[in-house]
């Protein structure tokens, strides 16, 4: 039997060791950690956006929202909202990075290695928790900044944010899919804008639901943002936590087990 028989069955013997995936992808994971130090300015959506954000909206917005309060009455129920806003809107350049690697020819190079079919998607999502845990401390530092507490202690506090961060991990998953589907990566934000603007200012992160004409509440009322802002809210304010926070972990498991199978499916089709 030549080497080159043997090095066929060697590469299939390695895809097809139990969990084998697991370290595959989180080498890949690793590459992408690697590309944004190497590229600094890609962070600039989840650096500096969220300081633009929370500005704008506490400091121009928040007097005329807030009424009598000010800005400081509006920060505790903005913050948590831009939150959810500020990672929400950080998932979409999973798929647009996919996209562009993909144009790049770089999966080709990763079908040619003995690793499992599904360890670049997956590698691509923990890479990218990164970039969505570096938007979650900057906005939270500033907003720590400008006199923000967790008013329902600190261990709920940071619960909230994890829950916040594993809400990007799942959403992702659809980014992810249309970055495999569509030809290009200009496509792939375009229609994540299309999404995220309405889901997100279509909703209860910037004033209260019972403000918005009656057929968009019906939107919000089923409207996963919704519930994970309230959820936000409930873990650093208080309030009642445990509806919205079971219909948003409803939302995370569906949000994986629709598009996580739909994204392998497109990538095997591609690959």
Same mark, same amino acid.
């Given at each position: %039997?030549?080497?080159? =028989?043997?090095e066929?069955?060697?590469? @299939?013997?390695?895809?097809? $060791?139990?969990?084998?995936?697991v370290?595959?992808s @989180?080498?890949l994971?690793?590459?992408n950690?690697v590309r ?11 650096t500096?956006q969220?300081?633009?954000?929370l ?11 807030a009424?009598?309060g000010?800005w400081?009455?509006?920060l505790?129920?903005? /913050?948590p ?5 500020t990672v ?12 562009d690697?993909f144009?790049k020819g770089?999966?080709?190079r990763? $079908?040619? /290695?003995?690793?499992a079919?599904?360890?670049? +998607?997956?590698?691509?999502?923990l890479?990218?928790? !990164?970039?969505y ?10 907003g720590?900044v ?6 329902n202690g600190?261990?709920?506090?940071l +619960?909230?944010?994890?829950?916040? /961060?594993?809400?990007?991990?799942s %959403?992702?998953?659809i980014? !992810?899919?249309?970055? @495999? ?5 200009q496509g ?11 889901l ?6 910037f !004033? ?5 004409p009656?057929?968009?509440?019906a939107f919000?009322k089923?409207?996963p943002?919704t519930?994970l ?7 650093m304010?208080?309030?009642?936590l445990q509806?919205? +926070? ?5 939302w995370?498991?569906?949000?994986v087990a629709?598009f996580?199978?739909l ?6 089709r591609r =690959?």
């Amino acid at each position: %039997m030549t080497t080159a =028989t043997l090095e066929p069955a060697a590469h @299939l013997a390695h895809r097809s $060791r139990p969990f084998a995936w697991v370290p595959q992808s @989180l080498t890949l994971a690793w590459r992408n950690i690697v590309r944004i130090r190497q590229n600094p300015e890609a962070l600039a959506d989840v650096t500096f956006q969220p300081i633009i954000f929370l500005a704008l909206f506490l400091f121009v917005f928040g007097g005329a929202i807030a009424g009598g309060g000010g800005w400081r009455g509006y920060l505790p129920t903005l /913050l948590p909202g831009l939150l959810v806003q500020t990672v929400v809107f950080a998932t979409m350049g999973t798929g647009v990075g996919l996209n562009d690697d993909f144009a790049k020819g770089v999966f080709d190079r990763f $079908r040619s /290695l003995p690793i499992a079919r599904i360890s670049p +998607l997956i590698g691509a999502v923990l890479g990218d928790a !990164v970039r969505y845990s570096l938007s979650i401390v900057i906005l939270m530092t500033s907003g720590f900044v400008l006199g923000f507490r967790f008013e329902n202690g600190v261990g709920n506090g940071l +619960l909230g944010m994890l829950i916040v /961060l594993l809400f990007a991990l799942s %959403m992702c998953w659809i980014w !992810v899919w249309l970055g @495999l589907v569509m030809k290009t990566a200009q496509g792939v934000q375009g229609v994540a804008f299309l999404v995220m603007f309405p889901l997100t200012f279509g909703s209860n992160i910037f !004033v209260p639901t019972s403000t918005l004409p009656g057929f968009l509440q019906a939107f919000t009322k089923v409207s996963p943002i919704t519930y994970l802002v309230d959820t936000e809210r409930a873990l650093m304010g208080g309030g009642p936590l445990q509806k919205p +926070l079971l219909i948003t972990l409803a939302w995370m498991v569906g949000l994986v087990a629709v598009f996580a199978p739909l994204a392998i499916r497109a990538y095997r089709r591609r =690959t």
